[in-house]
């Protein structure tokens, strides 16, 4: 499991804290092998278990603090305020100002989006795949955070490992769809094909949104190998981006 929390210390005594995991050190076997997190991939659920709890000690919280969502590639956006007790919302953003829940993304390709404003002590784990970004999930989680008074100009976004624009080839006509919302997405394979190049259209939609601080990771899901791809490799596992907030 690999951590990255490039958050500024915050005015308030709330931090937020952002880890994205890769596939080392679980109990899955192939071919989610090792820590897959997705319960909703084939893994056995057992192993999907353990390797949750796992991540609940590494993160020193309880495996109950984990909140997770049933990813459907649109804009839904549900506000968390207290622990999961029936099945995971079917949504792409979660968004709390709940200190000790750890919100969770589930991607193997797609966006991790970990939005943070340590002013007003809120934060949102965002799914950003293609379709997500051409409807606009990110803006949806932004307004979101606006509703429990968070700023932009005081938002911090990491963006994490995902394909890059070299190995996200698609038709000319699904990247023009995405054009039309995010320019810069629309990018040249290594093939000098179409492609598409989600973080950077996402920077691009959170610099228009006023975000003040956007973080890439720039690691690429379907070249490297320590991290889940299914663009690579077809049945697979899911690594998770996390964001929660942590008392001083």
Do not use: I, K
């Amino acid at each position: 499991m690999s951590t990255t929390d490039p958050a500024a210390p915050p005015t308030r005594s709330l931090r937020p804290r952002r880890v994205v995991t890769d596939r080392r050190g679980g109990r899955s076997s192939s071919p989610y092998h090792h820590f897959n997190l997705g319960g909703h991939v084939g893994d056995d659920p057992a192993a999907v278990t353990a390797n949750r709890e796992r991540l609940a000690r590494e993160l020193g919280v309880e495996t109950a603090d984990l909140v997770w969502m049933s990813q459907v590639h649109g804009t839904a956006v549900e506000v968390v305020t207290g622990r999961q007790t029936g099945p995971p919302p079917e949504a792409d953003a979660l968004v709390t100002a709940t200190p000790g829940l750890v919100l969770c993304v589930l991607v193997a390709d797609c966006v991790p989006v970990l939005l943070a404003d340590p002013v007003a002590g809120v934060v949102a784990a965002v799914h950003a795949g293609r379709e997500g970004v051409r409807q606009g999930v990110v803006p949806a989680a932004l307004r979101a955070m606006a509703d429990l008074g968070s700023r932009p100009g005081d938002v911090q976004a990491l963006l994490g490992p995902a394909v890059c624009g070299l190995d996200y080839e698609v038709p000319r006509a699904m990247a023009d769809e995405v054009a039309r919302v995010a320019p810069d997405a629309a990018v040249r394979s290594r093939r000098g094909t179409p492609a598409l190049d989600l973080r950077a259209g996402l920077t691009q939609t959170l610099h228009r949104a006023g975000v003040g601080q956007v973080v890439q990771d720039p690691r690429c899901t379907v070249e490297d190998r320590v991290l889940f791809s299914h663009r690579r490799d077809g049945v697979t596992g899911r690594q998770a981006g996390v964001v929660w907030l942590e008392p001083r």
